[in-house]
């Protein structure tokens, strides 16, 4: 399986939420290189689950496994979803006006997923040895409850 977030905040998001960084200080270490890929035109299909389900825990997760293998029964091979890592509408980028970055309205992140290879993607490394800044840290929904 290939996961891809429809934004760099997206991407970020779900990084951290899987190493379960909190702490902006753990932020010093994280290093990595952010791609930007074209996937063309592909058929997406959407999980039929509640977003509790969705945007769940470790524990929880065979209910989207086998999801994902009902999905692909039915010949499957994307399967687009909201981002578990961004919290509603923290997908939001930026716009560039005359006093400087202005917040783009809220919009709810997406996540790609592909079962297979991709061949014919072609990919840009957008970013190397990068890190996030801290105020992500505030859009993303924790991986599991405080």
Not at 122 to 144: K, T
């Amino acid at each position: 399986m290939q996961y891809f977030a429809d934004t760099p905040t997206g991407a970020w998001a779900e990084l951290l939420r899987h190493e379960e960084i909190t702490d902006p200080a753990d932020l010093a270490g994280i290093s990595t290189r952010l791609w930007a890929i074209q996937i063309g035109e592909v058929e997406l299909r959407a999980p039929k689950l509640p977003l509790s389900a969705l945007t769940s825990a470790p524990d929880k997760y065979e209910v989207c496994r086998t999801e994902a293998r009902r999905l692909r029964a039915t010949g499957a091979v994307w399967i687009v979803t909201v981002s578990a890592a961004l919290q509603a509408g923290e997908a939001a980028g930026f716009h560039v006006g005359t006093a400087g970055l202005i917040r783009a309205a809220p919009r709810d992140g997406r996540v790609v997923v592909h079962f297979g290879v991709l061949p014919d993607a072609e990919g840009w490394c957008a970013a190397d040895a990068a890190r996030p800044e801290a105020d992500l840290l505030g859009y993303i929904r924790p991986l599991r409850p405080r």
